[in-house]
């Protein structure tokens, strides 16, 4: 049988952080993904930034992965690895970092005219905040990584992500090309 690369990964840091001490020890072992400067290591893969982002969605999405309400192959084990302790401290560690430039470009006017449409239709930044800034529990994602962005939003859509039901109805109130043209859109978007 052969183990996916995802979970090789995740036992290849557990070890790490099961023994780190510090908020900074542990926030190290999440530098293997989320990059050293808040850029993930592979940009194309749909990792997400996690340096500036709101603290209380940080704690929501490690406390669900903790208790197995948001699944992963990777973070799964590395969340079910630290103690409940640990993960408002983390959350605040990587939530007063500064949010990295991802360098995406800006979404072409045809696209930014499909996901303006299309967040009309749904209001995302009734929660997401004008320019989808966040606040509190509700995630940042201006800025966030296109592939992320494209994935967890299909992931609610089909309901293999699980952990926030109204999410999974409103992008199934979208089209997949609504789907493509916002996470084109919301990338490309930089605030500082």
């Not at 052969?2 to 023994?19: D, E, K, N, S, T």
């Not at 808040?38 to 940009?43: A, D, E, L, M």
């Not at 995406?104 to 967040?119: E, F, G, K, L, Y």
């Amino acid at each position: 049988m052969r183990l996916p690369i995802a979970l090789i990964v995740a036992f290849a840091v557990l070890p790490a952080a099961v023994h780190a001490q510090t908020v900074e020890q542990k926030a190290q072992v999440c530098s293997a993904c989320h990059g050293d400067n808040g850029v993930p290591t592979k940009q194309s893969s749909p990792v997400p930034v996690i340096w500036g982002q709101q603290l209380g969605y940080l704690f929501i999405e490690l406390r669900d992965f903790k208790t197995g309400a948001r699944k992963n192959d990777l973070m799964s084990p590395i969340a079910q690895s630290l103690d409940v302790a640990d993960l408002m401290p983390l959350a605040q560690y990587f939530s007063q970092k500064q949010w990295p430039n991802l360098q995406q470009p800006p979404a072409p006017a045809d696209v930014t005219a499909q996901a303006q449409r299309a967040n009309a239709s749904i209001v995302c930044t009734s929660c997401h905040q004008e320019g989808f800034k966040g606040d509190s529990t509700q995630p940042r994602l201006a800025g966030q990584s296109r592939d992320y962005l494209a994935k967890t939003m299909t992931d609610f859509r089909s309901g293999a992500r699980g952990n926030n039901p109204s999410m999974t109805d409103l992008m199934k109130a979208i089209s997949e090309s609504d789907i493509a043209a916002l996470a084109t859109y919301i990338a490309g978007l930089q605030l500082q």
